[in-house]
Antibody, heavy 117, light 108 residues
Framework: QVQLQESGPGLVKPSETLSLTCAVS?????????WGWIRQPPGKGLEWIGS???????YYNPSLKSRVTISVDTSKNQFSLKLSSVTAADTAVYYC??????????WGQGTLVTVSS | DIQMTQSPSSLSASVGDRVTITCRAS??????LNWYQQKPGKAPKLLIY???SLQSGVPSRFSGSGSGTDFTLTISSLQPEDFATYYC??????????FGPGTKVDIK
């Protein structure tokens, strides 16, 4: 059974960098699939952030591209998200997911990140 | 960018009702359309992929149809555990998989 678990600080100060990691179990990232990040501001809808393949190939949402970096560590079977220069608008539940042809089929439970001083 | 819309934004229904939710894409996305169910405090759950394929383990009362720009999710007989928010998502674009704004289904 594929399982994903997000981890990282729940509170980030404005202008700083948000950093999250997604640990994958039950499946080796090196075996294939893209892996992605999706977020959901409180009470709002879902926003696609970006995705990465085990080779390191990435795709980013154009609206966030200048601030987003997604990386992968196959030795630890995990991938990470960095979002720079955050503002209150970046407050959201952040989900990691496995992408089967750009279809998130397995999701993490989500982690709330609040941007506040 | 491909934009997704859903209608209605919310609906009230009773157990046993047939419920239909519509999703429209701003351009043709063939059958690259997926449906998710989200309950409060939980991650979305994949119900339907490729417009009409039922994800493993999902009850058969859920069905999807459509192609091109217009798609439908139907719940044939609404059950108590089906009260949730439903999202469509296009997976046609290589760059990003845009979600619709959601449809909240609550109890009448």
């Amino acid at each position: 059974q594929v399982q994903l678990q997000e981890s990282g600080p729940g509170l980030v100060k404005p202008s700083e960098t948000l950093s999250l990691t997604c640990a994958v179990s039950g499946y080796s990232i090196s075996s294939g699939y893209y892996w992605g990040w999706i977020r959901q501001p409180p009470g709002k809808g879902l926003e696609w952030i970006g995705s990465i393949y085990h080779s390191g190939s990435t795709y980013y949402n154009p609206s966030l591209k200048s601030r987003v970096t997604i990386s992968v560590d196959t030795s630890k079977n995990q991938f990470s998200l960095k979002l720079s220069s955050v503002t209150a608008a970046d407050t959201a539940v952040y989900y990691c997911a496995r992408l089967a042809n750009r279809v998130p089929d397995y999701w993490g439970q989500g982690t709330l990140v609040t941007v506040s001083s | 960018d491909i934009q997704m819309t859903q209608s209605p934004s919310s609906l009230s229904a009773s157990v046993g009702d047939r419920v239909t939710i519509t999703c429209r894409a701003s351009q043709s996305i063939s059958s690259y359309l997926n449906w998710y169910q989200q309950k409060p405090g939980k991650a979305p759950k994949l119900l339907i992929y490729a417009a009409s394929s039922l994800q493993s383990g999902v009850p058969s009362r859920f069905s999807g149809s459509g192609s091109g720009t217009d798609f439908t999710l139907t719940i044939s007989s609404l059950q108590p555990e089906d009260f949730a928010t439903y999202y469509c998502q296009q997976s046609y674009s290589t760059l990003l998989g845009t979600f619709g704004p959601g449809t909240k289904v609550d109890i009448k």
